[in-house]
């Protein structure tokens, strides 16, 4: 059970999204995307599976959305599972978007094809509007959409 007073699940809980099950890397741009091409600074913009190391460089250059890498998993129940490892983000992303205990999604985001197809597994197309809880470990933080 997670500790809600630390937000730390114990090690045991996540043992099956461990990197041996790993399915797809990414890059996660925060933020919902307006229609002038630039993100407000809450929920999912993007999720980038294909140019994993290309995008970053990129979009910091055109844009100041924050970034962070991702390993994208599918929980046991279908759902998509995403590790953001404290090493794949700046400090001030990961004060913004990790120091609450649930991770705001206004506007629901639809999976991006490579994503669906890269996760046979995976039970949903969508992440609905809504607030999710952020698991943290010693090495990142969990989030099961």
């Known amino acids: ?36 091409g630039e993100c407000v600074r809450l929920g999912i913009c993007r999720i980038n599976t294909t140019h994993y190391f290309d995008m970053i460089n990129t979009r ?9 890498g991702a ?3 599918v929980s046991p129940q279908g759902r998509l599972l995403v590790f953001f490892p404290k090493n794949e983000m700046l400090p001030c992303t990961e004060r913004a978007f990790f120091r609450q ?3 705001p999604v206004p506007v629901a985001y639809f999976l991006p094809e490579d994503v669906r197809e890269g996760l046979p597994a995976l039970e949903q197309i969508i992440i609905p509007a809504g607030l ?4 943290k470990s010693v090495k990142g933080y969990w989030v099961e959409f």
């Open 71 to 73: 390993k994208l998993h």
């Open 1 to 36: 059970m997670t500790d809600y007073a630390t937000g730390v699940a114990p090690f045991h809980l996540l043992e099956w999204a461990s990197p041996t099950n790993l399915l797809m890397h990414a890059n996660v741009e925060f933020g919902v995307l307006q229609s002038d």
């Open 101 to 103: 205990p649930v991770f």
């Open 132 to 135: 999710y809880p952020i698991r």
């Open 60 to 68: 910091l250059k055109r844009r100041q959305c924050p970034i962070a």
